[in-house]
């Protein structure tokens, strides 16, 4: 199954856009196959990074990332997002299948090039257990920036980096930061 999540009710039709960060990239709808779908379950602003426990995944990044869980996955948010996450209500869109090729099998993304019309909605709310209950850990954090630089600086494999235009600056040198304005 694919999915398009929205915080917006009542979409009847996705029509293919650009995106301005994708110069270039042709207008698509984008799509999201059940098995990452709970990459999505979190406020459209939401900075996030997500790790995935693979079987390729190394002895020292095991220790490192998994060492005190057996979750599949942990998503780590900043704490300044948690009451938006917990009051938060997604539509799950479902999208016909043979509309989309595979654009990315890693984060599960399919794209169409063509208007497309949801087959179903679905409410979801409560996303908070919903990940709980799906197996996902969930940690929250200050600041995304620490997090973010030991993943890119180990060879860890299956992660996703979300919206992270949108995290808090990294912190000055004494471990303090400036709050930003929330932005929902």
Not at 50 to 69: D, Y
């Amino acid at each position: 199954m694919l999915y398009h999540y929205s915080e917006k009710p009542g979409i009847e039709r996705f029509v293919p856009r650009q995106l301005q960060r994708r110069p270039g990239f042709p207008a698509v709808v984008w799509a999201l196959h059940e098995s990452s779908e709970f990459t999505y379950w979190f406020p459209r602003d939401c900075p996030r990074i997500v790790l995935r426990r693979t079987e390729t995944l190394s002895e020292e990044n095991r220790e490192r990332f998994f060492a005190h869980t057996d979750a599949p996955a942990i998503v780590t948010i900043e704490s300044g997002w948690y009451a938006r996450l917990q009051a938060c209500t997604l539509y799950r869109y479902s999208l016909p299948e043979e509309l989309f090729e595979l654009f990315d099998r890693t984060a599960g993304y399919y794209i169409a090039k063509e208007t497309v019309v949801p087959a179903q909605v679905t409410v979801l709310t409560k996303l908070v257990d919903r990940l709980l209950e799906h197996g996902v850990e969930l940690r929250l954090t200050p600041n995304l920036h620490p997090l973010r630089e030991a993943i890119l600086a180990s060879d860890f494999p299956d992660f996703g980096i979300y919206r992270f235009r949108e995290a808090q600056p990294p912190a000055s040198g004494s471990g303090s930061m400036a709050p930003r304005p929330a932005s929902i």
